[in-house]
């Protein structure tokens, strides 16, 4: 096959339009049928499937199906104010806030230092290490 197809054969658009694998080789065709028939989690958590081609009893893969999967693999997509408020990385304010909830919901203690109080000092030293034996 000529270089400047837009379709090529499963097997060989791996090869060609794929990075190779940690491993150095190809993707496998059966990873690229995993992304077409359950597909692959973006950054923002939905699924994205990757589009083949049947013709006859081969299958195959266009470069515009490959580059759209990349792209919303890679997150390099506009994300919506909806789904970045759902992907956004909480911040110490908001961390604050669940600590004063959790205390006035009688959760957490209204002391730090009273939570350590409450535990022996061996099962501290015990939780430190790992131990489950009380």
Known sequence: MEEGHDTLPLAMALRQWLPPTRAGGATNP???????????????????????????GRLFLER??????????????????????????PTAAT?????TVLRQAGILPADPAQARLDRPADKRRRARRGCRRG
Do not use: N, Q, Y
């Not at 690229?32 to 692959?40: H, I, L, Q, V």
């Open 30 to 56: 059966a990873t690229a049928w995993r992304w077409a028939t359950r597909g692959a989690r973006t950054p923002s958590g939905e699924r994205t499937f990757l589009r083949l081609t049947r013709i006859g």
């Open 64 to 89: 515009a199906a490959v580059e759209d999967f990349k792209r919303a693999c890679s997150g390099t997509t506009p994300l919506t104010a909806a789904k970045a408020a759902m992907v956004a990385v």
């Open 95 to 99: 961390s604050a806030e669940a600590v």
